[in-house]
């Protein structure tokens, strides 16, 4: 079948517009008609060749669509199901997706990060040439073939356009708060970067009344954002050690939790050196390869210091996506306000020139008419 993509041809190049070839699905395979992609950071990284990845590629690893077809094999899916996708398509017998961290799926883990499908191959090609789609996604096209695990039946009635967001930046955001590290009642929170993934940290930590939840971002939109998504206070880290802010918001003592959300290894640094005594910082955010951290072991044992990491929020994507769209629709988690621009197609290239200024407030999404 034919159908348009844009692909990615290595950094350096724009995005190209054109029609590809996207085979039937094998077993255990569907295809989905996509009907909204949102833009996360980790699409810009690829693109900015701040990781390296197989080309060409189709990028976009957050989607909802329609099931077009299915392989043989599938049971729990059939054509006419609305989806959001998973990049985690968890093979469900590895050890880990047996205890119930699918998050961290051999298979998925193997394979989804060098985007190709669990065989070890891809369904797209290009003039005969083969095509990758991002982390076993590849959203930023008409069509896409996913295993049955990457595809998440979901209720039909929600606008694509959040449940595309649900596939990466809420599960990620929303799933540290409450799988990663639970925040509990009364703890201090603090959380750096204010994009699409920081954002639903603050939505996921505000679920569940923390004291206070501090918000940090070098823009001050995107900190009146975080303000209307439940942070108490706000830092703008371009106006001071943000350190020192914390310390002073919190009596000199430090915070409880603290969510690093955008990415930079100096943001692991200031997230763990602003935790009281007995806390546990936590890293959502992915750096440009290579990056690396210093921290003080001596004040890690003194203190009780956690660092820990956090992939996918610790999510189980067949029950957490349904669990959030759910606070969704009780109006628990605003998804909605999350997404603050909807474009076409042929705007995406412009769209991560936006992103990579920093000047993305929330989430951007693709919209197919
Ligand atoms: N752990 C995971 O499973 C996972 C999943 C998805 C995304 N990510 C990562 O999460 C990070 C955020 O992704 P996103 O889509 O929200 O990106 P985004 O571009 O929407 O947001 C990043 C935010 O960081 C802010 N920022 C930039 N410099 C800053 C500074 N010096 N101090 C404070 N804030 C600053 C930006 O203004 C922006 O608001 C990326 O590194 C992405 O790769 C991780
Ligand atoms: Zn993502
Ligand atoms: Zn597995």
């Known amino acids: 079948m034919r159908m348009r993509a844009a692909i990615f041809d290595g950094p350096g190049h724009d995005l190209v517009l054109t029609d590809i ?3 039937d699905p094998k077993h255990d395979e569907v295809r989905v008609r996509i009907t909204a992609a949102g833009i996360c950071h980790s699409d810009y990284r690829v693109l900015a060749g701040e990781w390296g990845a197989t080309t060409p590629l189709v990028l976009g690893h957050e989607g909802a669509g329609i099931v077009e077809s299915v392989g043989a094999g599938v049971h729990s899916l059939r054509p006419g199901d609305t989806v959001a996708l998973s990049w985690t398509p968890s093979c469900n017998r590895c050890r880990y997706c047996v205890t119930g961290r699918p998050q961290l799926c051999r298979s998925a883990v193997a394979n989804a990060y060098r ?17 990758y789609s991002y982390l076993s996604v590849g959203s930023f096209a008409e069509y896409v073939v996913v295993p049955e695990s990457g595809a998440i039946r979901i209720d039909p009635g929600i606008d694509p356009a959040v449940a595309a967001i649900v596939g990466c930046a809420v599960t990620t955001g929303v799933g540290a708060a409450i799988n990663t590290r639970p925040v509990r009642v009364g703890e201090s929170v603090l959380v750096i970067g204010a994009g699409g993934v920081g954002l639903s940290v603050i939505m996921g930590a505000a679920l569940q009344s923390p004291g206070r939840l501090i918000a940090v971002d070098i823009a001050d939109s995107k900190l009146q954002l975080a303000k209307s998504f439940g942070a108490t206070d706000t830092i703008d880290a371009t106006a001071g050690d943000v350190v020192e802010a914390v310390r002073e918001l919190t009596g000199g003592e430090g915070v409880d939790l603290a969510f690093e959300a955008s990415g930079r290894a100096a943001g692991v640094e200031q997230a763990y050196a602003s935790l009281a005594a007995g806390g546990t910082a936590v890293v959502v955010g992915q750096v440009a390869t290579g990056e690396r951290i210093s921290i003080d072991p001596m004040a890690m044992s003194g203190r009780e210091l956690t660092l820990t990491g956090s992939n996918y929020g610790s999510a189980r994507p067949a029950v957490d996506f349904g669990r959030i769209l759910d606070l969704y629709r009780r109006g628990l988690l605003p998804l909605d306000r999350l997404v603050t621009g909807r474009i076409r197609l042929p705007e995406l290239t412009d769209a991560f020139r936006t992103m990579g200024r920093s000047a993305t407030e929330g989430r951007w999404v693709v919209e197919f008419p």
């Open 21 to 23: 070839d996207i085979q």
């Open 115 to 131: 985007n190709v499908l669990p065989d070890g191959t891809t369904r797209l090609s290009r003039d005969g040439e083969d095509v």
